[in-house]
């Protein structure tokens, strides 16, 4: 029916009618844009998350201080140290003293004879030391540079713990209630290494060949 032809009353009622529904209307298309921004904004933020999701958590490689691995770091931390100036003994050549590459690390040479000096006038005096620098007579007595091979005679039946020991307390044998080590060795100063460096160290020692060789036992003053 033409609204024209509507009585008044109803004309009215249909026109507020048309108006609501155009509200409506209006409310919808509103409603419809916003949810379109919205997910546009959803839509642009999807790829990141998505790469977020995608990407594989880093892996934390273990630090080698450089080195391909924890062997090659030992082994260069070990070099740098001067751990082989008096750990390995060492052959006369025609341009001085080099290490003996039979006895890496090795230790005082059991079968070397001792120096032959007066050892209770040069302890008083200062300080003796053989010429391949692993036996040294001090104050102290005498004392011989220790194997740290992994044989039998040197660090063999060692335990990693041993050598945190032995290095951070100055343990002997690294065991909780052995003697001080004795000077020269240097362990107030390695006493600062990181855990990371010497677990290095214990690793690379793992890797060298193993010597047997009984370091003679250090020497108490000459009092004589
Ligand atoms: C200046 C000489 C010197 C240097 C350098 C040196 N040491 Fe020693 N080290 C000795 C002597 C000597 C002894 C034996 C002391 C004793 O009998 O008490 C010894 C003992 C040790 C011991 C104890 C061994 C045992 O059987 O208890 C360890 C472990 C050790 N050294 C490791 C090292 C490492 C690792 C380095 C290098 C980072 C190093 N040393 C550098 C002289 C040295």
């Not at 249909?14 to 546009?40: G, P």
């Not at 003996?100 to 302890?123: T, Y």
């Not at 041993?162 to 052995?178: D, H, M």
Request: charged share 20%; hydrophobic share 35%.
């Amino acid at each position: 029916m033409p609204m024209s032809n509507l009585p008044a009353h109803r004309s009215l009622y249909y026109s507020s009618l048309k108006q609501l529904t155009m509200k409506f209307r209006h409310t919808l298309i509103m409603l419809a844009t916003c949810l379109l921004v919205f997910s546009q904004c959803n839509n642009e933020k999807a790829p990141e998350a998505a790469a977020e999701a995608e990407t594989p958590v880093a892996e934390t490689k273990p630090f080698y201080g450089g080195f391909d691995n924890q062997v090659e770091w030992g082994k260069h931390i070990v070099t740098i140290s001067g751990c082989n100036d008096c750990h390995t003994p060492k052959k006369m050549s025609d341009h001085g003293p080099v290490l003996d590459s039979s006895m890496m690390l090795a230790g005082h040479p059991a079968k070397m004879p001792p120096i032959n000096v007066n050892r209770k006038e040069m302890q008083s005096k200062g300080l003796v030391v053989s010429q391949d620098l692993t036996e040294w007579i001090g104050p102290w007595g005498t004392s011989y540079a220790a194997n740290l091979t992994p044989d039998p005679t040197g660090t063999g039946n060692w335990k990693e713990e041993q050598l945190f020991l032995a290095l951070r307390e100055g343990k002997y044998k690294g065991l909780p209630n052995s003697r001080q080590i004795l000077p020269p060795m240097p362990w107030e100063m390695f006493r600062y290494m990181t855990d990371d460096e010497i677990k290095a160290i214990w690793a690379y020692l793992r890797t060298i060949p193993a010597v047997s060789n009984n370091v003679p036992a250090p020497l108490p003053p000459e009092t004589k």
